[in-house]
């Protein structure tokens, strides 16, 4: 599907969820880094982001992540996500 239509970011998405399962940090990464790129997230991808960047030691990139989750969750009108990664910020990265 994806090779027919590269730009489909439900297709992209769905294969990061694959790739989650599957614990293949680096082509989940790759694959939500690609689908943030074209789509309008809601926040659910950029907390999944986050963590795989937590799980590969790239801390400054999940604090990064987290933050503009937070946003993109508030803007889409979600605030217990929002305040989900509010906490993670304050308690895991000292974020106020």
């Given at each position: ?38 789509a309008d997230d809601e926040g659910n991808?950029?907390?999944?982001l986050a963590r795989a960047y937590e ?42």
């Amino acid at each position: 599907m994806l090779a027919s239509d590269p730009a489909n970011t439900m297709v992209l998405f769905g294969l990061a969820k694959e790739y989650e399962k599957a614990g293949d940090e680096a082509k989940l990464i790759a694959t939500l880094e690609r689908y943030l790129a074209a789509a309008d997230d809601e926040g659910n991808a950029y907390g999944m982001l986050a963590r795989a960047y937590e799980r590969t030691n790239q801390n400054d990139k999940a604090r990064d992540t987290f933050q503009r989750g937070r946003e993109a969750a508030t803007s889409h009108g979600h605030p217990g996500m929002a305040e989900e990664y509010k906490t993670i910020l304050e308690s895991e990265y000292s974020v106020p």
